[in-house]
């Protein structure tokens, strides 16, 4: 599969290693211009381009990884939605990561807000809990796998981000919907930050 990545930066390069292990291609992008990210793509070897915010929008998966003040924005730029998957790992922190001003979106997940914001993508929430050494190490630790997180509204987008979470060798745990998993999974939330280890086979529903 090709994935695009709105943002280039240290999560979305991380992300595109993981996914290239996994033998996806990725089409990196930022708002800067495909020129600005030559050398990150050519680190990042065979499977990985530079393109526009256009161009990794047409992927049938697409992550958003910009800072959560860029979110707005960033969407606000983006061509229409037509159904694609919109992967969202961003953590609502004001500033600078590491600031830790955590953004209030009222009653709302914030990845409902980021899905109010995309009308026409399906958004699953995932990857916002690992951090960047994280992900680019082998998911299994000891014998054990790293936990993912996931939640959305929709059955398949969400089942079709399961898959590709547990194609790249994570216990994946499905947390609901948009609202309930995504405060549950966000920052502030109980798993928030959590990054977690499961001993053998996960398997759903016990
Ligand atoms: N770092 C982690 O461990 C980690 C873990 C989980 C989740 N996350 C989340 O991932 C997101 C990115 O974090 P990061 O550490 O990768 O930050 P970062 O290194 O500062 O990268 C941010 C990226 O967003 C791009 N960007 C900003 N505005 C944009 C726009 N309008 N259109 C397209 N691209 C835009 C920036 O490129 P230009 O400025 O050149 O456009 C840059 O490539 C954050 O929401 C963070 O909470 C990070």
Known sequence: MEIGTIGAGDFAQAFAKRMLKSGH???LSNSRGPESLREIVMRL??????????EAVACEMVLLAVPWDNVPETL????EWKNQI????V?????KAGAFTPADVGNLSTSQFVAALAPGARVVKAFNNMRTPNLEADPVVNGAK????????????KKRVYTLLENCGYSVVDLGN????GLIQQ?????????LLEKGEYIPGT
């Open 178 to 181: 948009l609202r309930d998993g």
């Open 25 to 27: 291609k990725v089409i």
């Open 146 to 157: 790293r936990v993912a997180f996931i939640s959305a509204d929709d059955d398949d987008a």
């Open 76 to 79: 606000a730029s983006l061509p």
């Open 45 to 54: 070897g065979p499977g990985a381009t530079a393109g526009t915010r256009e």
């Open 86 to 89: 919109l992967i969202d790992s």
């Open 91 to 95: 953590n609502p922190y004001h500033g």
């Open 187 to 195: 920052t502030g939330g109980p798993l928030g930050g959590r990054d």
